[in-house]
């Protein structure tokens, strides 16, 4: 689905919003998921598509997680560690659903923005936002 949404991409980015289609190294992912492109062209097929995928993986990697419990029932470590695993994996499946529906931001500030929840917390971002909001 997102490779359809790759293909139905009107085209812009950031830092050419002249550009016609989607550029896998110069757009973001989440491009596809804009209701507009940089270029002001409406986004609204590969937004659906997009968001769509990405729902879909979230659902399947979370109903995947409570599935795999199954096969550690008789574990000897006792049933935390898969009940743990699975806790985790519905949540980062929950994390790509909120990802899905979450709107892009376009430009620096969305690559600031990604970067900064990234590399909390830590050095690494208090060095990013030096670099961020010291323009």
Known sequence: ??????????????????TRGYSFFANFFSD??????PSGAT???????FTS?????????????VALTQFFRDSRSGPIFPTTGA??????????V????A???SGDSHYCDARWRTLRPGVGQALLADRCLGR
């Open 98 to 101: 909120g990802v899905a529906f």
């Open 1 to 18: 689905m997102t490779a359809i949404a790759m293909l139905l991409y009107p085209g812009g980015t950031f830092v050419d919003p002249s």
């Open 87 to 96: 806790v985790l994996g519905v949540i980062a499946g929950l994390c790509f």
């Open 103 to 105: 709107r892009t931001r």
């Open 53 to 65: 995928a990405l729902a879909i993986v979230g659902i399947g990697l979370a109903v995947f997680f």
């Open 32 to 37: 596809l998921g804009a209701t507009r492109t």
């Open 43 to 49: 986004n609204t097929l590969s937004m659906i598509l």
